[in-house]
């Protein structure tokens, strides 16, 4: 599977929107980019996913690159309950499994 | 919302020891998955299991890991006998179908102990 990078950690402000960047410049053609977090002491979590096309849905917005390799997560306003490690994964069409790396440890201020 | 459910939350077994870890995963998912996190560490895919088969292990499911669905609700992860290297966090996940566009729900985890 093809490699994502993020950041560390991040820390954003209660009540603020929160840009999480992710990079995958090896991303294939086929590859979906999810997003998933995982709150301290829980499983992992979806957030959200897409291909090509910017997603939004309830809990998040996706903003990707028109050269796909780069994707952006976007918490709109984030709460103290959005305070998580953030995981960008590139899913190939065929794989079946979630491959996780560190991600970005989110930290709200309140 | 429906959601997949793991028991026991937490398991101690000594060393040597067999143990089960069982997950109900959401009602009408056809793929099935264990996960495992050591403490401090990243989540790492152990097994999927689709059609009561497995359709992919990685290479810490070795000969002392298996995977069962014994009726049409629960789905296992046994370890033979267990190692101190197996305490960890086990997450069950399930989803609709295995597709790469297709999301997975995980479960709350089980807390293996093993002294």
């Known amino acids: 599977d093809a490699k994502t990078t993020q950041p560390n950690s991040m820390e954003s402000n209660e009540e603020e929107p929160v840009h999480l960047p992710c990079n995958h410049s090896?991303?294939?053609?086929?590859?979906?980019i999810h997003w998933y977090r995982q709150l301290p002491s829980q499983g992992p979590e979806y957030v959200i996913h897409g291909l090509t096309s910017n997603v939004n849905n309830r809990m998040a917005s996706l903003a990707i690159a028109e050269d796909r390799k780069s994707s952006t997560l976007i918490l709109h306003r984030a709460t103290l309950r959005d305070a998580a490690v953030y995981y960008c994964?590139?899913?190939?069409?065929?794989?079946?499994?979630?491959?996780f790396g560190t991600g970005t440890r989110l930290t709200i201020i309140p | 919302e429906p959601e997949v459910t793991q028991t026991p939350s937490h398991q101690v077994t000594q060393m040597g020891q067999e143990v089960i870890l069982r997950c109900v995963p959401i009602?009408?998912?056809?793929?099935f998955y264990w996960y495992r996190q050591i403490l401090g560490q990243k989540v790492e895919f152990l097994v999927s299991?689709?059609?009561?088969?497995?359709?992919?292990k990685s290479e810490i499911f070795d000969d002392q890991f298996s995977v069962e669905r014994p009726d049409g609700s629960n789905f296992t992860l046994k370890i033979r006998s267990t190692k101190l290297e197996d305490s960890a966090m086990y997450f069950c996940?399930?989803?609709?179908?295995?597709?790469?566009?297709?999301?997975?729900?995980f479960g709350p985890g089980t807390r293996l102990t093993v002294t």
């Open positions: 090896t991303i294939s053609g086929t590859d979906y």
């Open positions: 299991f689709y059609n009561n088969e497995i359709s992919e």
């Open positions: 009602s009408n998912h056809l793929y």
């Open positions: 994964i590139l899913r190939r069409f065929g794989n079946e499994k979630l491959t």
């Open positions: 996940a399930s989803s609709v179908n295995g597709d790469a566009s297709d999301e997975q729900y």
